[in-house]
Antibody, heavy 119, light 107 residues
Framework: EVKLLESGGGLVQPGGSLRLSCAAS????????MSWIRQPPGKAPEWLGVIRNKANGYTTEYNPSVKGRFTISRDNTQNILYLQMNTLRAEDTAIYYC??????????WGQGVMVTVSS | DIQMTQSPSFLSASVGDRVTINCKAS??????LNWYQQKLGEAPKRLIY???NLQTGIPSRFSGSGSGTDYTLTISSLQPEDFATYFCLQHNSFPDTFGAGTKLELK
């Protein structure tokens, strides 16, 4: 069974940093692209970026809205996906989801973790 | 970036009704279109992938259609558990983009 479990959320001050983790299980982690998607309260989801699989060199793509502030990485020995978020702003307040990227889009999502940016 | 214009934003309907939700892309997305249902406090759940393919376990009253820039989700006969928010997602090109959502409410 595919499972994705995010952690690391919480309250952070504007300008601060936070690193989210997503523990993956139930599939061969290195075979899949992995993405981060966020959803501000009451709004639509927003795709943040993707890290490709082993066959594609673990390269990354980012949404221009977060490029330069957010970094996606992965630990392929522990099957963990990361999202490093720097220079956080109030508008980064959202539920953050990791999702397994497939040819047909996103079927498997984590349960989400809340990040609140506020002083 | 590809913009996804979803309509309507709100939809009021009754059990048994047939409803349609639309998404229009700002350019051709080659049928790389997913539909999701989201209930309060839950992650989105995929209903349809690649325009018209029903996700395993999803009831057949859900269907999708479209091509090019115009796509539609149809629910043939609303059930009580279908009242939720629906989103489209294009994954033809990065950044993947979502529609703004349609909140389906009980009339």
């Amino acid at each position: 069974e595919v499972k994705l479990l995010e952690s690391g959320g919480g309250l952070v001050q504007p300008g601060g940093s936070l690193r989210l983790s997503c523990a993956a299980s139930g599939f061969t982690f290195t075979d899949f692209y992995m993405s981060w998607i966020r959803q501000p309260p009451g709004k639509a989801p927003e795709w943040l970026g993707v890290i490709r699989n082993k066959a594609n060199g673990y390269t990354t793509e980012y949404n221009p809205s977060v490029k330069g502030r957010f970094t996606i990485s992965r630990d392929n020995t522990q099957n963990i996906l990361y999202l490093q978020m720097n220079t956080l702003r109030a508008e980064d307040t959202a539920i953050y989801y990791c999702a397994r990227s497939e040819y047909y889009g996103y079927n498997y999502w984590g349960q989400g973790v809340m990040v609140t940016v506020s002083s | 970036d590809i913009q996804m214009t979803q309509s309507p934003s709100f939809l009021s309907a009754s059990v048994g009704d047939r409803v349609t939700i639309n998404c229009k892309a700002s350019q051709n997305i080659n049928k790389y279109l997913n539909w999701y249902q989201q209930k309060l406090g839950e992650a989105p759940k995929r209903l349809i992938y690649n325009t018209n393919n029903l996700q395993t376990g999803i009831p057949s009253r859900f269907s999708g259609s479209g091509s090019g820039t115009d796509y539609t989700l149809t629910i043939s006969s609303l059930q009580p558990e279908d009242f939720a928010t629906y989103f489209c997602l294009q994954h033809n090109s990065f950044p993947d983009t979502f529609g703004a959502g349609t909140k389906l409410e009980l009339k």
